[in-house]
């Protein structure tokens, strides 16, 4: 069995409920997990104090469980560089400084290969949408990155379950009617193309976990919900457990209870993975 937790957009700093964030430690501490995944906005305005507690969340997973983390959209400093001129380093200055120097990790753990990739651009030239409000926050993968991912998993040992890591919603928020990607649905098709079987994301702040058909695949999306008091819709914090055992791949999701001052179980999908 590979159990792989799935928490996406803890944005530290005033959204973040702390004891959400104390009861999801307090799980990863007493549970086995062969690894944690945490697909970005961790900070909510790139603060130094934001990224230093997130910091020390992402060093508490990683003594527990390999850990793959990517930035969000939140983690990226777009203003220091727009339209391909400033300081596109500087864009993530902080984040490489508390979080992660690499932007795109790779972990390979007994029976998954999961693979990391940043769709947080800041404003280029391929992010420009017509919603104005939307311009520093929607994300973009290149075709290169695409490529690369394609290429892990081309690598990985045959039976892997094949996990692709990315911050923006690859699906259409249900609630928000957004997409995360400025490619739209086509994030899902190029998601399909890489080979992965799951994909997990974020950013839309609804939880949502389902198998979709893309480029003649099947492809599971996990997308995570958040640990702060921004979930769309008042809905509670939630974050996935990911379990693959034998073909049988499961993702529950564990929601915030107030009468419980804990995460509980609130459902379980299952599928049966081919051959
Ligand atoms: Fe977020
Ligand atoms: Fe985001």
Known sequence: MTRILHVSDLHFGRPSV????????????????????????????????????????VRRCEERAPTVVVPGNHDCAWWSAFLGAGDRYGMFARYREYIRSDLEPRVSIPGATIVGINSAHGIQSYTLTTRPRDLSIVGAVRGRQWENV??????????????????????????????GLASRAFGI?????????????????EERVEEVEAARRKVVVSTAGTLT??????????????????????ISLYEWSDAARDFTRARVSTWTRRA
């Open 150 to 179: 394609r290429r892990a998993f081309s690598l990985a040992p045959p039976g892997d379950l094949k996990v692709l890591v990315v911050h923006h919603n690859i699906l259409r928020g249900k609630l928000s009617n957004r997409w």
């Open 18 to 57: 702390p004891a959400q964030v104390a009861a999801l430690e307090a799980f990863i501490a007493r549970e086995a997990l062969d690894a944690i995944v945490i697909s970005g906005d961790l900070s909510q305005r790139t603060r130094r104090a934001e990224f230093q507690r997130a910091g020390a969340f």
């Open 189 to 205: 098709v190029d998601a399909s193309y890489t080979g992965a079987d799951v994909v997990c994301c974020g950013h839309d702040h």
């Open 229 to 250: 008091d921004r979930a769309r819709g008042g809905r509670p914090g939630s974050w996935n457990l990911i379990e693959n055992d034998d073909g049988v791949l499961s």
